[in-house]
């Protein structure tokens, strides 16, 4: 960075300067652990470099819930379950063909823009060690129970670190479902050098007027952050737009080969 003006106040603080906190009570030190120092380097760059914003929107989820607890109780034993996080997993896919400028990356360097032509899916996942996002391959050409199928096992492979450091990289996008942990909206950092991420929140029933009739309907909050850089605010309403028509009309998912 450069140096700041002579006699200019400066704001900036060392890694290091910090005060001693002992003099106000007991503390303790543990070494940070590396998966720990991986994503503080992560989240930093992409902090820096990414000027991000946040697009919030509501689905309409009471007839596809519906749905899945039908599909799943016609499952039998050891088959995956349909989750709500597969299905938009589905939908967020067939969108990303729609609109390829949130499948892309960007080049400052070289002042261009990479256009992907296949579509990996990073999925976020708490693991013991921390965040982790492994990558769902070729997410548009799988259908949902092969989708189902495929997130079961990154999940449980991430849950019990059995996972090799391959399957966290190549992801041309990312889904987050903090509703799994109880969240409703969060502002997801987006995992530059992709260009946009899709928060889930917790789908909670709410009264909703349909037919000038106050109804309970089943909303699922959606939360995309894009790198503006790339990404118009825009092309990032259309985008959520697509994958909410999706998610509100059921039968359209199956046409999205």
């Known amino acids: 960075a450069p140096a700041a003006p002579t006699g200019a106040p400066s704001t900036a603080v060392a890694a290091g300067d910090l005060p001693d906190f002992s003099q106000y009570g007991p503390i303790r030190r543990e070494p940070v652990p590396q998966i720990r120092k991986t994503i ?18 509501n689905a309409d989820i009471t007839e596809l819930e519906r749905n899945r607890k039908q599909y799943n109780a016609g499952l039998k034993e050891g088959q995956p379950k349909l989750t709500i996080t597969a299905i938009v997993v589905k939908a967020v896919a067939a969108a990303l063909r729609e609109f390829p400028m949130l499948n892309c990356s960007y080049d400052a360097a070289r002042e261009e823009i990479i256009y992907k032509d296949y579509i990996h899916l990073g999925i976020a996942v708490d693991s013991p060690r921390g ?22 096992d990154l999940g449980a492979r991430a849950k019990t670190l059995k996972f090799e450091v ?22 997801p950092m987006v995992n530059t050098p992709e260009v946009g991420i899709l928060g ?37 309403a259309r985008f959520t737009s697509d994958v909410i028509r999706s998610l509100e009309n059921p039968l359209r998912l199956l046409s999205l080969a």
């Open 166 to 187: 391959a399957d966290l990289r190549g992801a041309t996008f990312s889904v987050t479902n903090v509703g799994a942990l109880g969240g409703t909206f969060v502002t």
């Open 200 to 236: 889930l929140g917790a789908g909670r029933l709410q009264p909703v007027v349909r037919d000038n009739q106050i109804v309970p309907r089943l909303i699922l909050p959606l939360s995309l952050s894009f790198d503006h850089r790339v990404v118009d605010g825009a092309d990032a």
């Open 40 to 57: 503080a380097r992560q989240m930093a760059r992409a902090w820096q470099t990414v000027p991000r914003v946040t697009h919030c929107d």
């Open 131 to 152: 965040l982790v996002v492994p990558v769902l391959r070729d997410a548009d050409r799988k259908s949902l129970p092969q989708i189902a199928a495929d997130l079961a």
